[in-house]
């Protein structure tokens, strides 16, 4: 199965090369640095208002499962934005581009493709503290998931809170979706994504834990 919202965008593959870069360095350096690990008992809503106050040095993974595990958590959030964003962002309408990914990121602060957008759009609007803000973040959110495991097997699946980190990680890995796979094992849900590399022509084969939106969307379904 393909899906269009992940087509090849040239203009992106700068990120995908910091993102691979900072996997094998050191973290990007934050804005401000935070004390220590993120606390446990600190909320999803108190990270998102220390990242907009340019505070980065802060726990990604636990950021992204506290967003799935609040009242805010909506998976598929902002899908529908995607195209939109990077139609305006590669037509040089950066104010364009940027209202949307605003407006994605209010109601979903872990939306990687926004802040990846407003990135691109702040630097072509000349911002560059808001653009590095975004790309730091965007770099954190990334790093996170390539952290959770090597996507090789299903015993090594990134772990995802929504479809759209999956496509998000391979629009800036340089790859393009071809088969999808539904698998269960126990009481967890996979995604098996097949994927084409065409830097060298080869086919590259990922696998994504997607048991919490799964569930979600049961959730919904049962209202």
């Known amino acids: 199965m393909t899906d269009n919202r992940s087509s090849s965008l040239p203009r992106l593959l700068w990120l995908a090369i910091v993102v691979v870069v900072s996997m094998a360095s050191t973290p990007t350096q934050p804005h401000q640095q935070a004390a220590g690990n993120t606390p446990a008992s600190q909320s999803y809503d108190e990270m998102v208002r220390q990242l907009k106050a340019g505070v ?15 009242p805010e958590y909506a998976p598929e959030e902002g899908s ?7 139609t305006a962002l590669n037509a040089k309408n950066y104010k364009g581009a940027l209202k949307t990914a605003n407006a994605v990121l209010e109601q979903q602060y872990v939306n990687i493709d926004a802040h990846v957008v407003a990135s691109l759009a702040y630097a072509g609007l000349h911002d560059q503290a808001a653009s590095k803000l975004h790309h730091d973040i965007a770099i954190g959110l990334v790093r996170s998931i390539l952290n959770s ?10 772990k995802v809170i929504s479809v759209e980190e999956e496509y998000a990680l391979m629009r800036l890995m340089g790859l393009r ?12 849900s996979y995604d098996k994504m097949e994927m084409f590399n065409p830097k060298d022509n080869s086919t590259v084969t990922w696998y994504f834990d997607v048991t919490l939106s799964e569930q979600q969307m049961e959730k919904a379904f049962d209202r």
């Open 80 to 86: 529908d934005k995607i195209r939109p964003m990077y």
């Open 177 to 188: 979706p071809g088969r999808q796979s539904y698998l269960h094992e126990g009481k967890r």
């Open 56 to 70: 980065v040095s802060l726990d990604f993974t636990q950021l992204r499962m506290k967003y799935a595990a609040s």
């Open 149 to 158: 495991g090597s996507g090789t097997t299903v015993a090594t699946a990134y």
